[in-house]
């Protein structure tokens, strides 16, 4: 599968974005998908998590509460809404599948990645 994300920009502290995260290939409704992100000097971190059928979601407590993941399967995407944001918030976000129906919270557990869109939030 292929992934091609986008949705990125600037905002200032409190605004909102909605990522998309577009896949090819025929099976996408059989990959557990996420989004990643990695700001500048630090590590990918997880951010949230969609299994195949969408019906459940993860997330990371920094995210809770203020992002949402979501996909449709007829469409072939994945979307990451994200509100409230905070300059901790800016980086480079990745979405990424994984061929199970479960999803996972690691980068390792994702065989599939996007090319990235960036994020940046202004205080």
């Known amino acids: 599968v292929q992934l091609q994300a986008s949705g990125g920009g600037l905002v200032q502290t409190g605004g909102s974005l909605r990522l998309s995260c577009a896949a090819s290939?025929?099976?996408?409704?059989?990959?557990?998908m996420a989004w990643f992100r990695q700001a500048p000097g630090k590590e990918r971190e997880f951010v949230a998590a969609?299994?195949?059928?969408?019906?459940?979601?993860y997330y990371a407590d920094s995210v809770k509460g203020r992002f949402t993941i979501s996909r449709d399967n007829a469409e072939k995407s994945v979307y990451l809404q994200m509100n409230s944001l905070v300059p901790e918030d800016t980086a480079v976000y990745y979405c990424?599948?994984?061929?199970?129906?479960?999803?996972?919270?690691?980068?390792?557990?994702?065989?599939?990645w996007g090319q990235g869109t960036l994020v940046t939030v202004s205080s």
């Open positions: 990424a599948a994984r061929a199970s129906i479960i999803a996972a919270d690691q980068p390792g557990d994702y065989a599939y």
């Open positions: 290939g025929p099976t996408f409704g059989n990959y557990a």
């Open positions: 969609v299994s195949w059928s969408g019906r459940t979601t």
